[in-house]
């Protein structure tokens, strides 16, 4: 059930801003909010722990982890 949110709030995304294809970020906080997207996956250092990315497919999302708030996540780890 949750893959799936994240799957609808990303295409929504990409609908809205006219994207193809790519990684949508999801921030999860008190709300969840789509507030980019990216060609590739990049790095997780200029995120903060917890944040998505989330692909075309459920086996293509991930979560940033490690680091700390200030310093941005040492990397992402796929979700399954």
């Known amino acids: ?3 799936e949110t994240l799957m609808t709030i990303a295409q929504k995304f ?4 006219q994207y193809q294809g ?3 970020r999801i921030f999860q906080g008190r709300y969840i909010q789509a507030y980019g997207w990216s060609l590739n996956i990049g790095s ?3 995120e903060k722990p ?3 990315l989330i692909g075309e ?3 293509d999302c991930y979560i940033a982890v490690g680091g700390n708030r200030c310093d ?5 780890v796929k979700i399954l």
Do not use: F
């Not at 990409?14 to 801003?17: P, Q």
């Not at 941005?72 to 992402?76: I, L």
């Open 1 to 3: 059930m949750y893959i």
């Open 72 to 76: 941005g996540a040492e990397k992402w």
């Open 57 to 59: 497919r459920p086996d």
């Open 44 to 46: 997780a250092h200029s």
């Open 50 to 52: 917890g944040a998505l």
């Open 22 to 24: 790519g990684y949508v």
């Open 14 to 17: 990409r609908e809205n801003e």
